[in-house]
Antibody, heavy 118, light 110 residues
């Protein structure tokens, strides 16, 4: 069965970087896109970016461009999201999701909480 | 890209129907058939309920339906059940090759 399993919660200091991993299984990895979104506490969903798993090409949300990097490792079918220069408003649950070829998100990871604390 | 506009709350009694709206612009909802809806229970990841405006993934009850008129998409939940109580988000692909979400609607089953 399709699964996206994310790495565990992180606590970071302002100005630091965080990397979250998302292990994909149960489907043909290179045939799909994977997106990332985040959800601040008590808030809605914010789209962050998308990676094409066969060639690694990316698209990012304009407000995060320059701070976020999406990569993938086809040998381990793992996606990575790195966010730099962390600030308090980056405290959120981060999700990876598979695109179902219809520009919608059919499978989601369990979410990774990133907390900023000085 | 501004978030799509959803009402913050909606409610209905068991067995009734409720419709949640999602208003965007001609750059997203109005110009795209890639509008989707997600259900999120507290502490859980969202779940895809509707894609391509009105398509249901397998396993989603036909009590859930979607539609679109102009720049506004709608999700209708018929025959409300207690487990339908959740937050609902719409999403749309945009003409800038990005995605945008609505602010979410909290559905309460009275």
């Amino acid at each position: 069965q399709v699964q996206l399993v994310q790495s565990g919660a992180e606590v970071k200091k302002p100005g630091a970087s965080v990397q979250i991993s998302c292990k994909a299984s149960g489907y043909s990895f290179s045939n799909y896109y994977v997106h990332w979104v985040r959800q601040a506490p008590g808030q809605g969903l914010e789209w962050m970016g998308r990676i094409k798993c066969n060639d690694g090409s990316t698209i990012y949300a304009k407000n995060l461009q320059g701070r976020v990097t999406l990569t993938r490792d086809t040998s381990t079918t793992t996606l990575h999201m790195e966010l730099n220069s962390l600030r308090s408003e980056d405290t959120a649950v981060y999700y990876c999701m598979r695109d179902n070829h219809a520009w919608s998100f059919d499978y989601w990871g369990q979410g990774t909480l990133v907390t900023l604390s000085s | 890209q501004s978030a799509l506009t959803q009402p913050p709350s909606a409610s209905g009694s068991p067995g009734q129907s409720v419709t949640i709206s999602c208003t965007g612009t001609s750059s997203d909802v109005g110009g795209s058939n890639h509008v989707s809806w997600y259900q999120q229970h507290p502490g859980k990841a969202p779940k895809l309920m509707i894609f391509e405006v009105s398509q249901r993934p397998s396993g989603v009850p036909d009590r859930f339906s979607g539609s679109k008129s102009g720049n506004t998409a709608s999700l209708t939940v018929s025959g409300l059940q207690a487990d339908d109580e959740a937050e609902y988000y719409c999403s749309s692909y945009t003409d800038r090759n990005t995605w945008v979400f609505g602010g979410g609607t909290e559905l309460t089953v009275l």
